[in-house]
């Protein structure tokens, strides 16, 4: 029996190194401080993020025919497809 060595893993274990090497040197280089910043902007940016489409949510209104929920510049509903300009 020979055995044949795994190139797969061995491949496998070369890119994770080649990935990994840097972001953990990065995070070491950074330190606690990195660690706060980092989750800081993660945070940030969820709560941009949250609010845009907060701010985008009520921009709907609802059939004068069904009462379906639809966007403002449909012209017909998306439920019962009746034009959507109130008589
Ligand atoms: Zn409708």
Known sequence: ????????????????????????????????????????AVLLAGVIRGRESSERAPERTNCPHCGARNDVDATVCSYCEEPMDAA
Not at 17 to 31: D, F, M, Q, R, S
């Open 1 to 40: 029996m020979t055995e044949y060595p795994s190139l797969g893993g061995e491949l496998l274990k070369g890119v994770l190194a080649v990935v990994a090497l840097p972001v953990v040197v990065l995070l070491l280089l950074l330190g606690p401080f990195g660690w706060l910043t980092l989750g800081a």
